[in-house]
């Protein structure tokens, strides 16, 4: 690496996620922000708009490399007629589809059959405190989201 330089974005498509190339992580892995959580896990909600809490700093979203590749290439010949078969497998990896994405937010995938309201798993948090474990209680115990959002805020507003 160049000195200064902590780590090198890759051709990016996006803005929000993008590979990069760091020392001591996968070669492209994906860097994004992330939804915050609590420490069992349960996304955090802002009680405001019904939608989840976004994390104001990029990390490690993913690894796009495959745990292992296989493949295998056969054929048959029987007088003049030649079949050949190649097959290939890859497990593992992670990758991010704008398609999909899109699809979902435009409700035309059999995910969003009921999109009109959602109300997302979580529990509430105070939102421009909240960038780690922070959630709101009443009693000691948090409370869960009940306020409903429209799919379309959920995939194409930028902090529902």
């Known amino acids: 690496m160049v000195e200064g330089v902590d780590r090198v974005q890759l051709n990016g498509v996006l803005t929000s996620i993008s590979p990069y190339l760091e020392p001591g992580l996968p070669f492209g892995y994906l860097r994004g922000t992330k939804v915050v959580r609590d420490a069992e896990g349960v996304p955090l909600i802002n009680p405001n708009s019904g939608g989840m809490i976004v994390s104001t700093t ?45 699809l979902l937010g435009r409700g035309v995938t059999m995910d969003t059959e009921d999109r009109e309201k959602v109300i ?41």
């Open 120 to 160: 997302l798993p979580g529990n509430y948090a105070d939102p421009p405190t909240c960038n780690q474990d922070c959630p709101l209680t009443v009693d000691g115990k948090p409370v869960a989201n009940q306020v409903p959002i429209t799919v379309n805020d959920l995939y194409f507003s930028p902090n529902p």
């Open 58 to 102: 990029q990390s490690m979203i993913g690894d796009p490399n495959p745990d292992f590749k296989a493949g295998f290439t056969t054929e048959i010949k029987y007088k003049k007629l030649l079949s050949k078969w190649t097959f290939d497998m890859t497990k593992g990896g992670d990758m991010y589809s704008v398609t999909i994405s899109s």
